[in-house]
């Protein structure tokens, strides 16, 4: 094509200028998905080591204390939701450790284990032992081990709620990240507890959801509480309004952050466009002038900005990717516990074609300018 002919022409015999546009477009866009990506790490590692074992949404009586049914209509309504990722019907009772002249509270968390795993993800944050639950055994926390020198195979003996005693055999120790559950958190399996208190089949202390997006919790504790006007329904999202305001306010800052470089990368390629095509007015003339179409003399710098767009969105990327990789290498150096960084690739290609059509853009001002010339009077003015 004539016009992209013509315009790598243009940008080869200015390379300087040329190798200014394409460093501009991608330090901007490195930047852009460094930020973009760090905030997003960011808060997908708070959210999970806030959120990550616990209910996003959380079923109990209407009545502070009393059990709640997991009726057939509650089952089916939410195994329909496709939103839902896990369920896990629970009952807490509160007991106290004994051990010799030294006792302990402890919070008794009971239920299906195949269940209580997709919440909690025991299985994968066993270290000693194993996890497994039958009505003879429980699962205690790392703290609670340390304090107490127990390990898997060791009995425990529990007084219950309602002075009852049991004695479990410990079956694996958990850490969930907490310092606070790791100390005062066991799990069991959940026919124990309805053995010893007022428990009837099918009744727990509390119905504990997972949704697949945090941020999908409220509207699904809506439907619940719609469908079930009897019940109280909590949402992690009010529960800890700090934080979804804390994530909210970052993810605006970082959005006026990131508007802020793609205005400045748009400004720099206008500009350094705008000039060039000062540069080459009476070379556009005289190419007008032998036959050049408006159309073709406008295409030329749309051309260029494809060109450089295309240049620096690659470089953009490596850019990006590269300061992901230093800033990792030198966090890792001083805490190697700090989050991780991840790319998307999804927010790589919106960033790409972000790039790509600001340089577009950009390179509509001169096109138009280009255009609009009358290749007599550029010749006649020498």
Do not use: C
């Amino acid at each position: 094509m004539l016009s992209l002919t013509i315009a790598v022409r243009f940008l080869k015999k200015s390379p300087v200028q040329t190798g200014l546009i394409i460093t501009g477009i991608a330090i901007g866009l490195g930047i852009l998905i460094f930020i973009g990506s760090l905030v997003t790490s960011l808060q997908a590692f708070l959210i999970e080591q806030t959120l990550g074992n616990s209910a996003h949404v959380a079923i109990t009586a209407e009545k502070r204390g009393d059990p709640v049914r997991y009726s057939k209509r509650l089952k089916e309504a939410l195994a329909e939701d496709p939103r839902i990722k896990a369920v896990f019907p629970q009952r807490t009772i509160s007991a106290v450790y004994e051990k010799d002249s030294e006792t302990a509270p402890l919070t008794l968390k009971g239920g299906n284990p195949k269940a209580m795993d997709s919440i909690y993800e025991l299985s994968d944050k066993i270290v000693a032992g194993r996890f497994f639950l039958d009505d003879e055994s429980i699962i205690i926390g790392k703290e609670f081990a340390d304090e107490f020198d127990l390990e898997p195979g060791d009995d425990v003996s529990l007084t219950l709620g309602n002075r009852s005693q049991s004695e479990l055999e410990v079956t694996g120790i958990f850490s969930l990240g907490d310092e606070g559950a790791d100390e005062t958190l066991a799990f069991t399996n959940g026919e124990l507890p309805a053995e010893n208190l007022v428990f009837l089949g099918g009744q727990y202390s509390s119905i504990e959801i997972q949704v697949n997006d945090v941020f999908d919790s409220s509207a699904v504790a809506a439907r619940i509480h719609d469908r079930f006007p009897g019940l109280d329904i909590s949402d992690w999202q009010i529960d800890q309004a700090n934080l979804v305001s804390a994530l909210n306010s970052q993810t605006i800052s970082t959005t006026i952050i990131q508007v802020f470089v793609l205005v400045a990368v748009a400004l720099g390629i206008a500009s350094t466009l705008s000039i060039s095509a000062i540069q080459k007015t009476r070379q556009i003339g005289i190419l007008k002038a032998v036959g050049l179409t408006d159309r073709q003399a406008a295409a030329i710098f749309l051309w260029q900005g494809v060109v450089v767009g295309l240049l620096g969105t690659i470089g953009g990327n490596l850019v990006g990717i590269g300061l992901i990789d230093l800033f990792q290498s030198v966090t890792a150096s001083f805490d190697s516990s700090l989050f991780p960084i991840s790319v998307d690739p999804d927010f790589i290609l919106i960033a790409s074609i972000t790039g790509l059509a600001i340089a577009l853009l950009s390179a509509a001002i001169p096109s138009r300018r280009t255009a609009g010339l009358d290749p007599i009077k550029v010749i006649q003015g020498g």
